[in-house]
């Protein structure tokens, strides 16, 4: 028998067994669009609300986005006691999480992140938003004035740090 996502029932925890998630571990830096970059990943194990759930091994992380040109915040989610980053799965060598802020605006979205092959320092990170239906009165100052934290559909370029 197996349970909703696709696991054995008598399964209780999916470990990292293999620690391809701690290659993402660290503070990463880029560049994008007069921005700078800042994520910091940790790998946790989510431990489920209900006994019947499964834990996962998987990365959490924080952002940190800078006007390049100013040094100015423009967004800070380490002062938050909730990941704004958080990992889910891998496909092939790409590991999926989802950015979760500012929906009203259509910021969230799912994120692909990989290792480059020939330099496991460098990461391709890559958003597509997940805001499919967005209202321009839902947007603080309009839909056409809102420039959205990460450049959706565009590869930003991180090194480790």
Sequence with gaps: MHSSDGFPDDISYVKDIDYKLDAFVGIW??????????LHFTKITTVPKDTSEIKWDQIVGTVLIKDSATGTVIYNSADSSFARLTGSTFRYNTYNMSFIENTECGDGGDVFLDLKKDNPNL?????????????????????????????????ILFTRQ
């Design 123 to 155: 990461l391709r990170f890559y958003i597509i938003s997940d805001a499919d239906l967005l209202s321009d009165a839902d947007c603080p100052g309009g839909l056409a004035n809102y420039r959205p934290l990460f450049p959706f559909k565009r590869n």
């Design 29 to 38: 830096k880029g560049f994008a669009k007069g921005r700078s970059y800042e």
